[in-house]
């Protein structure tokens, strides 16, 4: 599925004619069936503009054959029921009480077949780690993890074809966050997604993104693929995970070390020189 920025600008007005320049004048164009990571100052306006909850100042976002621009007339719901976007703020995003609730409201708003719903909802729910005992649980009675499993299954009940996680990992244990990347990877090769993620967890993107998007003072100012993680000219702009802080030191004392992207393959690596 297309979607492209075309000389693309967004003023935030902090009031007193105070503007702030977020994008100025920037183009790009996603890649189809691949995982795009964006980081920087726009945190969650990218992916807002793409699903028209905000418009841009300037230029225009091409999502298909529908443009967005700053007043243009647009059907929004054909945005919506293609592309999905699983925010982090949970009690904005669940708002019926039943999760058995919150997944037909969207089954019903974007599919047009109604025939096959409770199979849909039972294998939306299936796809992110969560049963079929889970169907007519009480929102409220869910933890903060369930909770924003059940706001991905509702954006999946639908089958979009582009989903985009606003720094949908926080929250989430280390271990948790391994499971959600497995279930992003597999949203992406299983389900033929196309996925974009706002987030400034760089540690979140490693070893699993295929490009890196860095957004900074309005600009363009970095752009990478998986093999970035150890470019310094990234970290320029963004904070340095610790196991690619650690691997740099260690290596600037006269070690070899390959690169890792994870901690357990790191102490392997180190237990195996040692012996």
Known sequence: MEISFINLSYMQNNGLKNERVLLNNISYKFDSNSITMISGEVDSLIGKLIVANKRPSKGTIKVNNILIKKSNSINVDEIRKNVAFVGHTINKNVKRKYVYDELKYYYEK??????????????????????????????????????????????????????????????????????????????????????????????FGMNFVDKILVINKGEIVYQGDNSSFYDDKLYEFVSMPKIVEFIKYVNSLGKDILPYYDNKELLKAIYRSVG
């Open 110 to 203: 974007y599919c047009k077949k109604q025939d096959s719903r409770e199979k849909r909802i039972s294998e939306a729910l299936k796809i992110v780690g969560l049963d079929d005992n889970y169907i007519y649980r009480a929102v409220e009675e869910l933890s903060y993890t369930e909770r924003k499993r059940v706001n991905l299954a509702a954006m999946l009940v639908y089958n979009p074809k582009v989903l985009i996680f606003d720094n949908y990992e926080l929250g989430f244990s280390d271990r948790e966050k391994k499971n959600i990347k497995k279930l992003i990877l597999n949203l992406k090769n299983k389900y033929k997604k196309d996925i974009i993620i706002s987030s400034n967890d760089i540690e």
